[in-house]
Every structure is written in C-alpha cells, then in structure tokens.
C-alpha cells in the first residue's frame, strides 16, 4: 500500500496553515480595473465636496505622499478623516475600506500623513495624491 495520497493530504493541510505573504497581494487585471474604478469613483466624489478655499501642496509635501502613500496607516487616517466628517456610509468612507487588501502591509518608520482637523481641502487635496499613487502602483503592476 502506497503512503503518497497520505502524503499530499498533509501537505495540502499544511499549506492551509501556512502564514500568509507580506507585502503588495497580487492582482490581475481584473483586479486593477475593479479598483481602479474604486479610486475613479472616491475622485468623483471628492470634487463633488464644497471646500470652502483652495489647499495647494508644496513640492515637499508632494514629494512626502508619493514616498509614504501606500501605507495602511495613511489609509486609516484618510478612514478617520472620512468618518468623522462625512459618514460611515459615505461612497469615499466604504471605497476607502475596499481598497485596504491592495495596500502593502510591510511597515514603515515614518510618520504617517497628517491631515489637519476640520479642513475638508486639506482632506481633498492629500487623498487625491493618495489614490493618485495607488493608482500608479496598480498601473506599474500591469506592465
């Protein structure tokens, strides 16, 4: 009698236990449309929003967000930000939760982004960017 169907039911349990990667999850380009479309859709909304002046980013600000921007803790900022201020059942507040497993887990020792309190174009300006990179990272993941 054979040990090896035994032995691939092991190794089938085992691979079910097996910790999952860190880092960026792999996405096809299903995938990438589908959230591509997400952030398309969080853009709409958030020019849709009535910002009482405009908020511009310096070039070090910019420069900032790109370097950070694809860091949970950022999204869980803009997450906050989005809640407190526009609703749990915002269109930008659910869009943001659904991008969470696209964003790498590895963690980084920088600060994350800081949006100050109560100002919905600084909000604007900064997730704008924020999306602008993830949308460049799912870009540079289809070529």
């Keep these: 009698m054979s040990s090896l169907p035994i032995l ?3 190794l089938f349990l085992f691979a ?4 999952q990667a860190q880092g960026t999850p792999v996405t096809t380009p299903g995938t990438q449309r589908y959230y591509g479309n997400l952030i398309q859709e969080i853009v709409n909304e958030l020019d849709k929003l009535p910002v009482a002046s405009e908020v511009f980013l310096n070039s070090n600000e910019k420069r900032r967000l790109m370097k ?3 860091r949970k803790p950022n999204l869980e900022e803009f ?11 915002s269109k930008i507040t659910k869009n943001l939760k659904e991008i969470q497993p696209i964003l790498p887990t590895t963690m980084s020792t ?6 100050e309190q109560d100002n919905l174009g600084d909000f604007q300006v900064k997730l704008k960017e924020y999306l602008s990179a993830i949308r460049d990272s799912l870009n540079s993941k289809n070529t």
């Design 8 to 10: 691939y039911r092991l």
């Design 16 to 19: 079910l236990h097996a910790p």
């Design 68 to 70: 950070t921007s694809l």
């Design 79 to 89: 997450l906050t930000f989005a809640t407190d201020s526009l609703g749990e059942d």
């Design 110 to 115: 920088e600060e994350p982004i800081l949006i």
